[in-house]
């Protein structure tokens, strides 16, 4: 089997695949029983129980499995629960099996999530925490299984929609949330002064 050809790899991972004959091994067993597939690759190189490895695969040749993100969970639940077998409801559920998110789910979860908290956003704008609400929405029951990159994506595209491009406003009370943690900390400086001269 041509390694580069047939799994997609690039020439240092042909090479590092080549010399490792265990993982060769288990790529040409893959390959035997669900053909070739970059997927598969990440099973072979991440999972080294052979159970395991079959039984992602088979999730993966049948696209009940086929996110990035569903491989990750599949392997993790698996290093916990190495006793699981195909068709087990928990480990399906875990991995997302048969979930698959279009750009247009995408769009419209986003959208509703934003609707949930539209008044919040536009008053506090870009003020408003994204990095907090991005990671509220990985752990989200169908978000979760998207692309995290393509999921920011849409999630700065829909706040930039919503709130429109930033102010000299939005500047100001930037520069006024800055100051205040530097007042906090002067205060605590001088407490800690008035402290130390009533000891002396």
């Not at 099996?97 to 934003?114: A, N, P, T, W």
């Not at 943690?181 to 001269?197: A, G, N, S, T």
Request: include cysteine; glycine fraction near 4%; charge should be positive.
């Amino acid at each position: 089997v041509s390694t580069q050809s047939t799994w997609g790899l690039n020439e240092k991972q042909v090479t590092d695949t080549l010399k490792n004959q265990p993982l060769t091994a288990s790529l040409l067993e893959l390959h035997s029983k669900f053909g070739a597939d970059k997927r598969l690759f990440t099973v072979a190189t991440k999972v080294h129980d052979d159970r395991h490895r079959l039984l992602l695969a088979s999730y993966i040749a049948s696209n009940k499995i086929s996110s990035a993100v569903q491989i990750e969970s599949g392997i993790s639940y698996l290093a916990k629960n190495p006793d699981v077998k195909e068709g087990d409801a928990q480990f399906e559920k875990e991995c997302g099996v048969g979930i698959v998110i279009s750009d247009e789910d995408l769009d419209k979860l986003v959208s509703d999530r934003f609707q949930e908290i539209k008044e919040t956003v536009l008053q506090e704008r870009y003020q408003f925490n994204l990095d907090a609400f991005f990671g509220k929405l990985k752990k989200d029951d169908h978000l979760r299984w998207a692309p995290p990159a393509k999921l920011k994506q849409v999630l700065e595209q829909q706040f930039l929609t919503l709130v429109g491009p930033k102010t000299a406003e939005d500047e100001a009370a930037k520069d006024k949330k800055k100051e205040k943690p530097k007042k906090e900390v002067e205060k605590k400086k001088k407490k800690k002064k008035k402290k130390k001269k009533k000891k002396k």
